[in-house]
């Protein structure tokens, strides 16, 4: 399969690699504005490491709805879109304390990223393509 028909498509495999993109893109744009705000703007570890997220996680959440599931942001969903960050963050740190004791602290992140990605992109997707989350006048993907 084309590279760019597997980006551009609409089944659901692209759609997973998109969300795939927007996700490491998240997480290189959070560390890049990590650095900055440290070695450039000299802000503090914990308030950079706060900012970058926030700012990180804006960017996350337009890309996923315009680029992912094409599909235009509103309030509602970034409501949903909020909800299940929380919702995920709160499961990995379970996960980590369960796991950390089964395969030690430092692999403890590896298994419970496993099962909290895929969770995580269908609660992102449920907050995209959810009547809950979209106006009445939207088109909704199924």
Known sequence: MNLKKLINGDSRLSEIVRFALVGGLATVLQYAFY????????????PSSMISYALSFIVNFFLSSYFTFHSRPNAKKGVGF?????????????????????????????????????????????????RLFTSGNEKRKA
Do not use: D
């Open 82 to 130: 909020t909800l299940s960050h929380l919702f995920n963050m709160g499961l990995q740190t379970g996960l980590v304390a369960i796991f950390k004791g089964i395969v030690g602290p430092t692999l403890a992140l590896l298994p419970a990223m496993a099962i909290c990605i895929p969770v995580n992109y269908l609660l992102v997707r449920f907050a995209f393509t959810s």
């Open 35 to 46: 650095v900055i705000f440290v070695n450039v703007v000299h802000v503090r570890a914990v």
